[in-house]
């Protein structure tokens, strides 16, 4: 099955700065990388997501990045700021039932 | 809003004892999954269903089992409850959007087993 590494486990920077999170993935065959984002005491939810025919994707201060030769996907936070500090999970598919794998997770801090 | 409800959020039990944990959507999909979330190991299936008395095993599927008896739920049982089972449990849909398959979480439930 698809095996998904996700680094760093911890990032702390400071307001204002930009915040990087990387994940690898196995399966060429993977098609569509969701990143989610969890609060405190709630599930995660979806931020943003990209499908592999484009290399990026924007939505306002955060972007998804795509590189398919090296199977690899990044999570862009610019101009942080502290209600960014959550733990961000990146997932890829697998081959049945709709299901996805899972990163580690990487618990941001946004200092102010 | 996919309108998922986990129950009880938060359930503290005794090693051994019999667990049930409840998933209820209330929007008719099909795909339901349970997972586990604990520290370095990020989000692990456990079950997930594909639809009425469907279901299949996911990952870290030892020691549980689940139910679908109804579309809007699917149930989760811990048949004897050990320490090693202490952990978040997040029930998600999935949802066609945007033309992919995406999901939405419930709020987790936080069982503790003493």
């Known amino acids: 099955g698809e095996n998904v590494e996700q680094h760093p486990s911890t990032l702390s920077v400071q307001e204002g700065d930009s915040a990087v999170i990387k994940c690898t993935y196995s399966?060429?065959?993977?098609?569509?990388f969701p990143w989610y984002k969890q609060e405190l005491g709630k599930g995660p939810q979806l931020i943003i997501d990209?499908?592999?025919?484009?290399g990026e994707k924007k939505d306002q201060r955060i972007a998804v990045t795509l590189n398919k030769t090296a199977k690899h996907f990044s999570l862009h936070i610019t101009e942080t700021q502290p209600e960014d500090s959550a733990v961000y999970f990146c997932?890829?598919?697998?081959?049945?039932?709709?299901?996805?794998?899972f990163g580690t997770g990487t618990s941001l801090t946004v200092i102010p | 809003d996919a309108g998922i409800t986990q129950s009880p959020r938060h359930k503290v039990t005794e090693t051994g004892t019999p667990v049930t944990l409840r998933c209820h959507q209330t929007?008719?999909?099909?795909?339901m999954y349970w997972y586990r979330q604990d520290p370095g190991h990020g989000l692990r299936l456990i079950h997930y269903?594909?639809?009425?008395?469907?279901?299949d095993k996911g990952e870290v599927s030892d020691g549980y089992s689940v139910s679908r008896s109804k579309t809007e739920d699917f149930l989760l049982t811990l048949e004897s409850a050990t320490s090693s089972q202490t952990s978040v449990y997040f029930c998600?849909?999935?949802?066609?959007?945007?033309?992919?398959?995406?999901?939405?979480f419930g709020s987790g439930t936080r069982l503790t087993v003493v």
């Open positions: 998600a849909i999935s949802e066609f959007q945007g033309g992919v398959y995406g999901y939405t």
């Open positions: 399966d060429s065959a993977s098609n569509y």
């Open positions: 990209i499908r592999s025919n484009v």
């Open positions: 269903s594909y639809g009425v008395k469907d279901t």
């Open positions: 997932a890829a598919p697998a081959n049945t039932g709709n299901q996805f794998y």
């Open positions: 929007e008719n999909h099909r795909y």
